[in-house]
């Protein structure tokens, strides 16, 4: 199969892990990967923010694929916790593309924004804790402390945060984020297609946000407490949000949680070289012509042309192609 260790051409984020990296033989500030049960559950994620495009039919494509061939069940999730970027009536269409494109999830879908009792209930634990605090930085604050300090952030690297309300909030009265207290120490991990990975998430991201100064939680966050929630072992997505598994991974050992495999797959690159999204032209997919648009995800991934006429047919094939690269056993 096609998913090489290299990935798609195009820059990686300084955060991102390092393919090759070996973990320390002791120590208690690495984190390693331990293995989740069994059953299989993996999920599909889309954010309502504008319908399915040839990028995101990859990573839906994918993650269907390894649940079949795993014998497992496939969830989609609506990832709608950012409320005002979302498009009223996206999420329903999402769900016509992925039923034209023969993508069936095994149980009704979940909505982000439905389950903020449940993010309520993981942060007022982290803070019961000690592992979340209040802050009252606002990224100009942030990016003002991180020039004081002769720090220039590139377009490609995270704002590091630099811990100013770590003792208590600085400008009392301003609305306050609530941000994790991220522990000192490499976070190790195994990716499936990318190798050993590693990142310092205090040193590349520093103390992350788990809910927002306007009320809204944050990516991190909801995404962790629905994965657990939800049981899923395997998470299969886009090799964009490979960087975003270190800040995962320290949420989940925060939190006492099981830890997915993960896969990310190779992008679509729009014209310009880099992710393809509406920022760079993506078109939304042609539902006229579900098995083009299947056909092009799958070259993508490496898959061979579909010699059936009919979906079904298609995905029967790339099904098994996926289970022989991707030999359960290995997972």
Same mark, same amino acid.
């Given at each position: 199969?096609?998913?090489?260790?290299?990935?798609?051409?195009?820059?990686?984020?300084?955060?991102?892990?390092?393919?090759?990296? $070996? !973990?320390?033989?002791?120590?208690?500030?690495? /984190?390693?990967? *331990?293995?989740? @049960?069994?059953?299989?559950?993996?999920?599909?994620?889309?954010?309502?923010?504008?319908?399915? /495009?040839?990028?995101?039919?990859? +990573?839906?494509?994918?993650?269907?694929?390894?649940?079949? !061939?795993?014998?497992?069940?496939?969830?989609?999730?609506?990832?709608?916790?950012?409320?005002?970027?979302?498009?009223?009536?996206?999420?329903?269409?999402?769900?016509?593309?992925?039923?034209?494109?023969? #993508?069936?999830?095994?149980?009704?879908?979940?909505?982000?924004?439905?389950?903020?009792?449940?993010?309520?209930? !993981?942060?007022? &634990?982290?803070?019961?804790?000690?592992?979340?605090?209040?802050?009252?930085?606002?990224?100009?604050?942030?990016?003002?402390?991180?020039? =004081?300090?002769?720090?220039?952030? &590139?377009?490609?690297?995270? %704002?590091?945060?630099?811990?100013?309300?770590?003792?208590?909030?600085?400008?009392? @009265?301003?609305?306050?984020?609530?941000?994790?207290?991220?522990?000192?120490?490499?976070?190790?991990?195994?990716?499936?297609?990318?190798?050993?990975?590693?990142?310092?998430?205090?040193?590349?991201?520093?103390?992350?946000? #788990?809910?927002?100064?306007?009320?809204?939680?944050?990516?991190?966050?909801?995404?962790?407490?629905?994965?657990?929630?939800?049981?899923?072992?395997?998470?299969?997505?886009? =090799?964009?949000? +490979?960087?975003? *598994? =270190?800040?995962?991974?320290?949420?989940?050992?925060?939190?006492?949680?099981?830890?997915?495999?993960?896969?990310?797959?190779? #992008?679509?690159? @729009?014209?310009?070289?880099? $992710?393809?999204? $509406?920022?760079?032209?993506?078109?939304?997919?042609?539902?006229?012509?579900?098995?083009?648009? %299947?056909?092009?995800?799958?070259?993508?991934?490496?898959?061979?042309?579909?010699?059936?006429?009919?979906?079904?047919?298609?995905?029967?094939?790339?099904? *098994?192609?996926?289970?022989?690269?991707?030999?359960? +056993?290995?997972?």
């Amino acid at each position: 199969m096609g998913l090489s260790a290299a990935g798609p051409p195009g820059k990686r984020s300084a955060a991102s892990g390092r393919a090759g990296a $070996k !973990a320390p033989s002791g120590g208690s500030a690495v /984190h390693e990967v *331990t293995s989740v @049960g069994a059953t299989y559950i993996g999920r599909f994620a889309p954010s309502p923010t504008g319908p399915l /495009h040839a990028g995101s039919l990859v +990573a839906a494509l994918a993650s269907w694929l390894d649940a079949r !061939a795993h014998d497992g069940r496939w969830l989609v999730r609506m990832e709608d916790v950012d409320t005002p970027r979302c498009i009223p009536g996206t999420d329903q269409l999402i769900l016509q593309q992925l039923a034209a494109c023969g #993508l069936m999830p095994d149980e009704t879908p979940l909505w982000q924004s439905q389950r903020g009792a449940l993010y309520q209930a !993981a942060l007022d &634990s982290l803070i019961r804790a000690g592992q979340a605090y209040p802050c009252t930085c606002s990224r100009k604050d942030v990016e003002a402390a991180q020039a =004081a300090r002769g720090i220039e952030r &590139s377009r490609f690297t995270e %704002l590091v945060y630099p811990g100013t309300c770590r003792n208590g909030p600085t400008q009392p @009265g301003r609305p306050q984020a609530w941000r994790l207290r991220v522990p000192a120490g490499t976070v190790y991990w195994h990716d499936r297609r990318l190798g050993a990975q590693h990142q310092d998430v205090a040193a590349a991201v520093g103390d992350f946000v #788990l809910r927002r100064a306007d009320g809204l939680w944050a990516y991190q966050l909801a995404v962790v407490v629905d994965d657990a929630e939800q049981g899923v072992t395997h998470v299969v997505r886009g =090799a964009d949000l +490979a960087d975003n *598994t =270190a800040r995962q991974i320290v949420l989940q050992r925060a939190r006492g949680l099981p830890l997915p495999h993960y896969l990310h797959v190779p #992008l679509v690159l @729009g014209a310009n070289g880099e $992710k393809l999204s $509406k920022q760079n032209g993506a078109q939304a997919l042609d539902l006229s012509a579900p098995l083009a648009a %299947l056909n092009a995800a799958a070259q993508t991934l490496g898959l061979a042309p579909a010699a059936q006429a009919t979906v079904p047919g298609a995905l029967a094939q790339w099904a *098994t192609q996926w289970r022989d690269s991707y030999n359960p +056993a290995r997972d």
